[in-house]
């Protein structure tokens, strides 16, 4: 077991007032794989977006691109449940203690 982070995504193909939509190439199953010796914080807040506001979780992490660099990046997580929130949070504060902070 490589003890990475893993998260794993089901972009469905959405449309919005027959205006906008997914595009073909970006729906589908997604995975992201964070070891977590490059989680540099996890952060616990409200992810806004447009007039909604969900719970959610950012976690900032680095990792080595193609060209040998190292580089920052971050993921955003909602969970609408927040018995989901409490399962993530609890999994990365067992993880991640010193990177854990709240921003609410």
């Not at 504060?93 to 854990?100: C, E, I, K, V, Y």
Request: aromatic share 6%; glycine share 4%.
């Amino acid at each position: 077991r490589s003890g990475e982070h893993v998260v794993s995504v089901n972009l469905v193909n959405r449309r919005a007032l027959l205006i906008a939509r997914t595009l073909d190439q970006h729906a589908g199953w997604w995975y992201s794989f964070i070891p977590p010796d490059s989680v540099l914080q996890v952060e616990l807040g409200t992810v806004h977006h447009g007039m909604a506001a969900t719970n959610g979780v950012r976690i900032a992490y680095q990792v080595q691109d193609y060209e040998e660099m190292i580089v920052e990046r971050e993921m955003l997580l909602t969970c609408p449940d927040s018995k989901d929130l409490d399962i993530l949070s609890a999994h990365l504060a067992a993880r991640h203690q010193n990177s854990l902070v709240s921003a609410n």
